[in-house]
């Protein structure tokens, strides 16, 4: 019987002391994650100090307009797409890129590429993506045709040789488990040479009334303000190459919206809400990958929705947020290699 109760006694014990140290190891952890993310954030503020970037050519506010209307109707259903994806391949034809198909389960990509100069020492390939489906029921304006419009006039602004080539890729199932993305990060030879992928994901909402801009779940409170107003641009980068976030931050300038630049450790695994689009699979990967964003699900009711019309897109956002991007690009696609 003493025994029986000693047993117990002891087993009690080692568990309470089991939970104790396991408890003070998860603190610690946390801690050590804490600590990662703030030398982190502070090598990006201290890059993306070092001046604004030169100005890269410049966008067309009507030709986005345009194309996002002309891209805004329902494309959930395989007609919606398959209407869709023959309006963007015949774009990226007509611009040079020679698109092909990549067929996948449920859904087609579109991958076009501009290859880069003859001459190019080292060239690599920087890939601009964008998904091209919609929920069911919404026309998806901001989510997704206002990346589509930037991503074509990406592809028109770029046409011409860089040391690095464009490759232009334009997914398909990304509301439906990012499957297009994944089947084509999860390929060895379409992945092979990328320099950096830019995801662009819904670039044309904002909100304006004091505290209608909301944040995602497990963001440090100090980069999470209370009132503000959603007129900036969000950018999420994983630190595979820690130079990419400061970049498009120093894209911004006078007259252009603000960048919100975000890093993310492990592929983002302490914050989901940062993996929620094509730019994920790549993190997975180990490939260096940024999220452009305005955020929509946390500042518009029209996100998802059949009110996502053409109506609800800021033009002068949308131009901003393209020039920002562009002038990204005139940078990354004419940087010279790494010294050995
Ligand atoms: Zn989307």
Redesign the pocket.
Known sequence: MWGLVAAVWFGGISVAWGLFFEHRAAERADAAQAQAFARRLAEVNRLAALGSLPPGPAVERDRLMADVGALAFDRFDEPGRKRARALLAHRLTSLGYAPELQSFPTGINIVGTRPSAPDAVEPRIVLVGA?VDTVEGSPGAD??ASGLAVALEMARLFQAPTRHALRIVLFDQ??QGLAGSVAFARSPTRTEGLRAVIVL??LGATCRTPGCQRFPAGLPAALAPSGGVGDFLAAVANDTDPALLPLFMRAAGPGLPRVFGLPVLDAGAAMPDTRR?DHAPFWDRGLPAILLTDTAELRSDRYHRTTDTLEGIDADFLAGNAQIIANALATLLNEPPPPP
């Open positions: 998904h989510d997704n990304e509301e994901e819904m689009s």
